[in-house]
């Protein structure tokens, strides 16, 4: 069965520093999502990706937070200048169309990232 | 916030069905509700989705009451690979985001 495939699995970073995470999305899929849990919290919706720009975003996805679908294949989640408070576990997920309409979100295993 | 709401907890035997409740009183007519879960911390799997009618899939059932204010996920032989984290979502069949609570952690007892 098609994946959401996630890399890399665990990323840590220097504070203050830029990451990207990169995930690519089943084949064929059109809405593309980042989400975030932070340890022992709830998963929050982070951003909604369609048509090669940003359908909607959070208040937690500030100037800070980019994301970008560079070669029609990968979907990324740039964070420009990290912060301890952004040390949590990402996921991405995909949505694609069927015959009845939207099909639901699949998610990746994530990208577990430790900011130091 | 979550539009719906779940038991924090529940166990069940292995190899006994287990019904998960969960209310949403305040659902739109053009909300559907799915339910995903969360084995430790991978991410959020799909499990089934519908908007009035009972639906079932390989994977479980999914009963809605008739004035669709609740609904019960049903796994029909628990194993131990089904101690999770459930969440029940109401959302429109769409790309719309979705909003997760702090679902339910089945817990199933061998």
């Known amino acids: 069965e098609p994946e959401v495939t996630q890399t890399p699995s665990h990323q840590v970073t220097q504070m203050g520093q830029e990451v990207i995470l990169r995930c690519v999305p089943i084949?064929?899929?059109?809405?593309f999502y980042w989400y975030r849990q932070i340890l022992g919290q709830k998963v929050e919706f982070l951003v909604s990706?369609?048509?090669?720009?940003?359908?909607?975003k959070s208040e937690i996805f500030d100037d800070q937070f980019s994301v970008e679908r560079p070669d029609g294949s990968n979907f990324t989640l740039k964070i420009r200048s990290t912060k301890l408070e952004d040390s949590a576990m990402y996921f991405c997920?995909?949505?694609?169309?069927?015959?009845?309409?939207?099909?639901?979100?699949?998610f990746g295993d994530g990208t577990r990232l430790s900011i130091l | 916030d979550a539009k719906t709401t779940q038991p924090t907890s529940m166990d069940c035997a292995e190899g006994r069905a287990a019904n998960l409740p969960c209310n949403h009183s305040?659902?739109?007519?053009?909300?559907?509700v799915y339910w995903y879960r969360q084995i430790h911390s991978q991410g959020p799997q799909y499990i089934i989705h519908?908007?009035?009618n009972n639906e079932t899939n390989e994977m479980a059932s999914l009963i809605i009451t008739e004035d669709r204010k609740s609904s019960t996920l049903i796994l029909p032989h628990a194993t131990l690979r089904d101690t999770a984290v459930y969440y029940c979502?109401?959302?429109?069949?769409?790309?719309?985001?979705?909003?997760f609570g702090t679902g339910t952690r089945l817990t199933i007892i061998p």
């Open positions: 997920a995909s949505q694609g169309q069927g015959a009845r309409g939207n099909q639901p979100q699949h």
């Open positions: 084949s064929n899929h059109l809405y």
């Open positions: 990706f369609y048509n090669n720009e940003i359908s909607e």
């Open positions: 305040t659902i739109s007519g053009n909300e559907y």
């Open positions: 519908g908007l009035k």
């Open positions: 979502i109401s959302s429109r069949f769409g790309n719309e985001k979705l909003t």
